[in-house]
């Protein structure tokens, strides 16, 4: 019987946030709104940088890969459970979740390490400043961008290939997109394998990670505390502010949820952990640094024609 019903397993059934149906059209508007800025604050910081030449560092080159990655980020799954908030099919196909999966582990990851990428942009402009612009020249920036996004390709090759070689005799989907563990969890056999791999594959892309850009930190501030005058250690810290911010949130939130046991939380507490990676964090990008950030506030006065203060 098992063998006929994981031959037959053809699409599965996102079960979404089935627990509040009551609060549906609530939930779609407390989730619509902050992924309607997430779109236009990203849409907008990669525009002005690209049209600003006083934005036309490595720094902010940097910013525009990692808005132009939350961007896709996001439109992998945000739109497919906003429509299934207001009724709309919440099946999926097997290919349609594989897909999904696979865009969903590579921009992902690709964003964990542009916040190293960035994170070591930092460290070189403030320990190195003397030799920044040979360091950080064009070709090397390309180079590490190329990098962060071959990572999340090789990455989520390899995961997405081992979840769906598994044989599955379940098709209800305990979460609003295609996570990895989720899935997993429907298979007729035993994933212990795949487990492990999880847990080896979430290491590499946090732990690691998190380890450059602490490293970079402790650098950056012993540096920052060598500086005489208070007011170059006020705009070394300004600078490396924005990135911090997003840098802990970002590796938290994400380390909360694939590095903890699988067993620890419930299925309610695992969506309210990915609504915050999914929803929250992308949204904290564009809203720190345009407010948070004098010279990306400056560049949006430029550019609708008045003067910076």
Request: hydrophobic share 50%.
């Amino acid at each position: 019987m098992k063998r006929e019903n994981h031959t037959l397993t053809t699409e599965f059934v996102l079960q979404g946030f089935s627990s509040f149906h009551e609060h549906h059209l609530t939930l779609f508007v407390m989730f619509l709104a902050p992924y309607i800025l997430t779109l236009a604050g990203n849409i907008i910081i990669v525009i002005i940088i690209r049209i600003d030449h006083h934005l036309h560092t490595p720094m902010y080159f940097f910013l525009s890969m990692l808005s132009t990655s939350e961007t896709i980020y996001t439109l992998v799954i945000l739109p497919r459970m906003l429509s299934s908030l207001v009724g709309m099919s919440q099946a999926i196909s097997l290919a349609g979740c594989a897909t999904q999966m696979f865009f969903f582990v590579t921009f992902g990851i690709t964003n964990c390490f542009l916040l190293t990428v960035m994170g070591y942009d930092r460290y070189v402009a403030i320990c190195s400043p003397l030799r920044y612009t040979v360091i950080m020249n064009k070709r090397v920036c390309t180079q590490l961008v190329w990098g962060a996004c071959s990572i999340g390709l090789i990455v989520a090759t390899t995961q997405v290939t081992s979840v769906f070689r598994l044989p599955f005799c379940a098709t209800k989907v305990a979460h609003f997109f295609c996570d990895i563990r989720p899935v997993m969890k429907l298979s007729c056999i035993d994933t212990t394998v795949n487990e492990i791999l999880t847990l080896i594959i979430s290491v590499f892309v946090l732990v690691v990670p998190m380890g450059l850009v602490f490293i970079s930190y402790v650098l950056i501030i012993s540096t920052i505390l060598k500086i005489t005058s208070t007011e170059g250690r006020k705009k070394a810290f300004a600078t490396c502010a924005s990135h911090l911010t997003v840098v802990i949130v970002h590796y938290g939130c994400a380390s909360i949820a694939y590095l903890k046991p699988k067993s620890e939380n419930t299925k309610d507490q695992d969506q309210l952990i990915s609504v915050t990676y999914t929803v929250i964090t992308p949204l904290l990008n564009p809203v720190v640094y345009t407010l948070r950030n004098k010279e990306v506030k400056d560049a949006l006065l430029r550019a609708i024609g008045r003067k910076p203060f």
